[in-house]
């Protein structure tokens, strides 16, 4: 029997036992809409509490019966201990696949298809992670209208910039949190030597704004319309 299972972002058991696991953090998120802000991998938290966070991740596939396949699972650590939000029985989408191939060397990819086919699978773990990755899609914080996105073209020609990619279009309207669910722009994923030092770097570069903005006086006016009429 194999079993592969995320916390967060990924593990494979055999026998029962996982053989990777990989744990990440995500970043408070935007409220009052729950919106993702960034995440990094490998964890900053202290060792303790990832090793209390991947075991109840696989305690809990081994709970639901699970024998094989790759997991995403989402816990919460609280001043109460590891919490459990869902497990999904399927990779992690967005940037799930290349954190874990960039961080950790495992294509989960490959070990999504190599359960499926019942080839026993043992993916090659180093002791330490060979870079440490961070990610995040920039929330607009104003509403308004797109009216540049260029500067992503020169992001993308950085050192250590993995990506850069443009979630909206020139003269396409974001909505900012104060007029309701806040628009996502762009998705930025860097790497540094460290988790946090690429997490230093995806923040460095969030703060120059890749995606400009006018702000629309009209435009709150007709989303506050539009909320009423609701």
Known sequence: MRMRQAVKHGAHEAGCEYVYACVADNGPTLEPYFNE????????????QQVALRD??????KALGFTCGVFHVELKYTSHGPQLIEV?????GGQVH??????WGVDLVEETMLVSLGIPSRPCVPREPISGTAYCYVNAMKSGTVTDISKLEE?????NVVWAKPLTRVGA???GPADGLPTWLCDLFVQGKTAKEALAYLQAIEKENPVLELLS?????CLRRAAVIV
């Open 217 to 221: 006086g009209s435009m709150m006016i």
């Open 37 to 48: 802000t960034w995440a990094c991998c490998p964890s900053l938290l202290p060792k303790d």
């Open 88 to 92: 999904n029985a399927r990779m992690g």
């Open 155 to 159: 992001l993308r020609k950085r050192d």
């Open 98 to 103: 290349e954190c874990n191939r960039l961080t």
């Open 56 to 61: 109840l991740g696989v305690q809990c596939i």
């Open 173 to 175: 309207q974001a909505v």
